[in-house]
């Protein structure tokens, strides 16, 4: 059974940076393609960042520049440094996984297991 538990949200100003962390069971992140999502109220789920089981990433633009996925394989975690924090990052974040069959885009539909998410308030 696939787990995936999301940690690091909170509150911060504009300009601020958070880290947030997904710790992965039943799957190994050197063998998944994980991805970092986020909804906010009103909007559909969107990607964020996906790495591929060889450790590379893909952004979606709202996070080129800002926004860093990596992941430690020895303890299956998933993580998502975002930097330069604006307001319209505000919105639940999820972390998700999925066999790596094919490419590793951060495309919601792609994606099998999914964790609760963390709540990120961004304030100006």
């Known amino acids: 059974q696939v787990q995936l538990v999301e940690s690091g949200g909170g509150s911060v100003q504009a300009g601020g940076t958070l880290r947030l962390s997904c710790a992965a069971s039943?799957?190994?992140?050197?063998?998944?393609?994980m991805g970092w999502f986020r909804q906010a109220p009103g909007k559909e789920r969107e990607g964020v960042a996906a790495v591929d089981r060889f450790g590379s990433p893909d952004y979606a633009d709202s996070a080129k520049g800002r926004f860093i996925i990596s992941r430690d394989v020895t303890k299956n975690n998933l993580f998502l440094q975002m930097n330069g924090l604006n307001t319209e990052d505000t919105a639940m974040y999820y972390c998700?996984?999925?066999?790596?069959?094919?490419?590793?885009?951060?495309?919601?539909?792609?994606?099998?297991?999914w964790g609760q998410g963390t709540q990120v308030t961004v304030s100006s």
């Open positions: 998700a996984a999925r066999v790596p069959v094919g490419l590793c885009r951060p495309r919601p539909g792609d994606f099998a297991y």
């Open positions: 039943g799957i190994s992140a050197s063998n998944a393609c």
